[in-house]
């Protein structure tokens, strides 16, 4: 029997939510995974392939920002004189 709960499906608010969460904290994850890896290593070929793979996420990762903020009203005040 499992006992885990089933994740909700994506069509909810919440399973959108959940999804897109988990999707940007494996990222973030790799990110510092991928940072880790160009710190520790002294071989040149290991370290450009880290940073090849580092430069790739973190466009990924503002490309996401960018959407997510690109979805926000924002309301501008105005202030009164």
Avoid at 53 to 58: D, G, K, N, P
């Amino acid at each position: 029997m499992d006992h885990l709960q089933p994740q909700p499906p994506a069509r909810t608010l919440f399973g959108s939510l959940l999804s897109s969460f988990s999707r940007s904290r494996r990222l973030e994850d790799r990110i510092r995974k991928l940072c880790a890896q160009a710190v520790a290593t002294s071989d040149p070929d290991e370290l450009n392939e880290a940073l090849e793979e580092l430069s790739a996420a973190l466009h990924e990762h503002v490309d996401r920002l960018r959407r997510v903020a690109g979805g926000r009203c924002v309301l501008i005040e105005r202030r009164q004189s």
